[in-house]
């Protein structure tokens, strides 16, 4: 089985925390504080999510059907 996801978004995200100006948190770093008190959140604009799964059957005698794929989108 095989799945492939995409996806995407435009947003406005507003976040704050207890650490100094440019908080390590947001830059793959440990906080300055050795810990890191956060609350955040964030406007969607546009987006859009697609995800497909493909299956391929067994062969005879246990299924012999063809690959199918189906997609979900949202």
């Known amino acids: 089985m095989a799945v492939s996801v995409e996806w995407e978004i435009k947003d406005t995200e507003f976040a704050n925390c207890n650490c100094a100006y440019g908080c ?5 770093a440990l906080p300055d504080k050795g810990f890191c008190e956060a609350v955040a959140g964030y406007q969607i604009h546009q987006g859009n999510f697609e995800m ?8 005879p005698p246990c299924g012999g059907g063809p690959a199918r794929s189906t997609r979900v989108t949202g």
């Open 24 to 28: 390590g948190c947001q830059f793959n």
């Open 52 to 59: 497909s799964v493909s299956m391929v059957c067994a062969p």
